[in-house]
């Protein structure tokens, strides 16, 4: 598929595709005038880098992902940096959980004063 409905299918920008090419996480084929042809399988793949940029991971960080994703195994290095990254994830789904705790006792207490 070309650029274009690659990212629509991924839900990013056309810039976000060449941006992933450009930090060597994303590959591409071309097509014989020179344009951008992706697999199905980088439509997973960039939903999977909009899922560790939103928990907070920089490209260089899923860069050095990658090779765990794309072979399955892992260095100990490797899995120390995932069992780090896992655990500050972890801490901030924690701090969200209390945040939204602290919220249900604000919106209970608003409607307990309303009735």
């Known amino acids: 598929m070309r650029i274009g409905e ?10 976000a595709l060449r941006y992933y090419e450009e930090q060597g996480l994303l590959t591409s084929e071309r097509s014989r005038g020179g344009q951008r042809e992706y697999d199905e399988a980088a439509v997973d793949r960039v939903r999977f880098f909009q899922q560790l940029y939103a928990a907070g991971l920089p490209s ?7 090779p765990c994703v794309d072979t399955g195994t892992t260095t ?5 940096m995932l069992t780090a990254e896992r655990a500050r994830i972890q801490q901030r789904v924690d701090e969200l959980n209390a945040a939204l705790a602290r919220l249900d006792e604000l919106i209970a207490a608003a409607e307990a004063r309303r009735a």
Do not use: D, H, N, P
């Open 6 to 15: 690659a990212a629509k299918r991924a839900g990013v920008s056309v810039r």
């Open 60 to 66: 260089r960080r899923i860069a050095e992902l990658l």
């Open 76 to 80: 100990g290095e490797q899995r120390a």
